[in-house]
């Protein structure tokens, strides 16, 4: 079975983000940084009350609660963006070139205009289906995502039966995923 598409940003970024929110390192590296500024900012405001700076103590004090709840939001944006800016830096030469994935029961075959590259299937660590991507999971946290876009519904099919059945990779699902820290 034998894919060819143009290979965008999104695939790249699609990858990075789901490693980024399965990550519990990054995750409670997150949540230490929100609880510490939150902590922090209300620590000033009640130093602030103390020496009768109502105003001020209002300010921290506000700042420190909408710290701790949009804290997540803003780390995710900058978290997105900081992968958006390395895709561009370091991919950018096979941005919008084709590519062609060739499936075989043992190997996937992974050939564009710069390389070749052959992967042993029995690599593979898992297989996860999302809404619009296939993310391969290779030893060594090495993957592959792959648009369901460039597939029709017997494609899938094959893509997902070669790989899961005659290899044995374990397979999740994964519909409702969206990418939060």
């Not at 370091?90 to 205009?113: C, M, Q, R, V």
């Amino acid at each position: 079975m034998t894919i060819n598409y143009i290979v965008k940003e999104e695939d790249y970024l699609q990858y990075l983000l789901y490693s980024a929110s399965k990550n519990k390192s990054l995750q409670s590296k997150v949540l230490f940084r929100r609880i510490l500024l939150s902590f922090t900012l209300i620590l000033c405001g009640l130093l602030l009350l103390n020496r009768g700076n109502d105003t001020t103590f209002l300010f921290f004090i506000i700042a420190g609660i909408l710290t701790a709840i949009f804290y997540s939001k803003y780390a995710s944006w900058r978290y997105k963006s900081y992968y958006l800016k390395e895709i561009n830096k370091k991919y950018s030469k096979f941005i919008g070139k084709p590519i062609t994935i060739t499936l075989n029961p043992d190997s996937l075959y992974i050939a564009d205009e710069y390389s070749n590259s052959t992967l042993k299937t029995n690599s593979l660590d898992s297989i996860i289906e999302l809404v619009d991507f296939f993310i391969l999971k290779f030893h060594g946290e090495l993957g592959i995502a792959i648009n369901k876009n460039h597939f029709s519904s017997d494609q899938a099919q094959t893509f997902k039966t070669i790989l899961i059945k005659h290899n044995k990779v374990p397979f999740r699902q994964e519909p409702e995923w969206y990418y939060y820290l």
